[in-house]
């Protein structure tokens, strides 16, 4: 059959605003569900604990899907990977209307990251199908940017309709919303190829063989230890915020939900920025940004330890908000750089899925330890105080073992 898209050569805008939208609705979930943790609360009486354990169950589920997600898009096509996965999360959306308590809210949560899971590499096949050169950069930036729009229309969106309709009525309205353009997109989108389920079986590709490339180089298992600090600050931050906000400071969930959306505009701004910034400042080497980043990430999270000591104006903590994004959400586009340069072109796409599962590692362990000692201590404070005093210690330390390497490597080649 043939498709009526337009081909590889030229910038296709139908094919890539089709996509776009895909991954746009994936972060209206992903982020925006997080603001709605007030209304949860206030309906089944969930501590700080309970809260972080939501992203939990999330990601779980996504770190294991994401070592087989990117062969079920080679498999099944983009077109029936991408309808399958928003039509799956639709209904299990859907069916939180229907929780009865934190235990069913768990569940489901763990089944939304199934569906969840399919999306990025789905989208980010579509795009390798259908652009090349210069435009697949351009088209997987503006991809991926659709992932964050999400977010930052669900954190403005979301608090307001949950006030107006009841956090109910929300989700059943998000979920139907969910289904219709899981339609729309299977009806609206053609895959480049047909010959999806012609997947090739390499022995030399085998999951065992392509992590023992992180285990081999020493230089790649420490970015993955980075990775899962990062990842523990980037999952407490998408967790905990809004609900920060509504506990410790008082705020109502519309203002909470504000503030989270103004965290995700800093992480907008923080994965387009510090490439730049790193490729001007710091002579392209992602270590040092790293090291800056750490620093900024700890410094923000020991002044929200103490702030609350000094009854802050709305825009300061404002600001804060938007520093916190660009740092403890804003790291990716150094991270997953530096691991396609690790592991090598050929296998740029293995080496970013499987640093996906360390990230993950701590997305699933950071938020249910940062809200348990803020139940322990009845505040945050304590919770971002040690967050901030682990994030400075793990960054030197491991930026001190990174330069260490690095002069070994030098030596060897001299």
């Known amino acids: 059959m043939q498709n009526t898209q337009t081909s590889n050569d030229d910038f296709n805008w139908r094919v890539l605003i089709i996509i776009t939208a895909a991954g746009f609705f994936a972060g209206v979930y992903r982020n925006g569900i997080m603001t709605l943790f007030p ?150 989108y053609n895959d480049k190829n047909n010959n999806s389920k012609q997947v090739k079986e390499d022995d030399d590709n085998s999951f065992l063989s392509n992590i023992s490339i992180f285990f081999s180089n020493k230089y790649l298992l420490l970015l993955c230890i980075l990775g899962i600090v990062f990842g523990a600050v980037s999952g407490v931050v998408v967790t905990h915020f809004s609900f920060f906000l509504f506990t410790d400071y008082g705020f109502t969930e519309v203002t909470a939900g504000f503030g989270f959306m103004v965290l995700q505009i800093g992480s907008m701004a923080g994965r387009t920025g510090w490439g730049y910034l ?68 050929e296998k740029a796409g293995m080496g970013v899925g499987l640093s996906l599962l360390f990230i993950r590692i701590g997305i699933i362990v950071g938020p249910p330890i940062f809200g348990y000692i803020a139940d322990m201590a009845g505040t945050y404070s304590y919770s971002w105080l040690l967050l901030g005093i682990i994030t400075i210690a793990s960054v030197l330390i491991i930026n001190y073992f990174l330069i260490r390497y690095e002069e070994k490597v030098i030596t060897a080649n001299k």
């Open 278 to 345: 790193n490729d001007k400042l710091f002579d392209g080497v992602e270590r040092r940004g790293f090291l800056v980043v750490g620093i900024l990430m700890s410094v923000i999270s020991l002044t929200f330890a103490y702030l609350s000591n000094f009854n802050p104006a709305l825009p300061i903590i404002l600001i804060l908000a938007f520093l916190l994004g660009a740092t403890g959400r804003g790291w990716h586009g150094l991270y997953f750089s530096e691991v396609s340069d690790q592991v090598g072109e």
């Open 39 to 188: 209304f949860l609360q206030s309906e089944f009486g969930l501590t700080r604990a309970q809260v972080g354990l939501y992203s939990t169950f999330l990601f779980f589920s996504m770190a294991v899907v994401v070592i087989f997600s990117g062969r079920i898009a080679d498999y099944f096509g983009v077109k029936r990977s991408i309808f399958w996965g928003l039509s799956f999360m639709g209904i299990f959306i859907i069916l939180h209307s229907l929780a009865n308590g934190f235990i069913m809210l768990m569940f489901f949560a763990l089944l939304n990251g199934l569906g969840l899971s399919i999306i990025l590499p789905s989208t980010s096949k579509a795009v390798a199908e259908w652009f090349s050169g210069e435009n697949k950069a351009t088209a997987m930036g503006i991809m991926t940017m659709g992932f964050a729009l999400g977010g930052v229309a669900g954190a403005s969106v979301l608090p307001w309709l949950g006030v107006q309709l009841g956090w109910k009525m929300l989700v059943i309205l998000l979920g139907t919303l969910f289904l219709v353009v899981g339609v729309t997109f299977y009806f609206t």
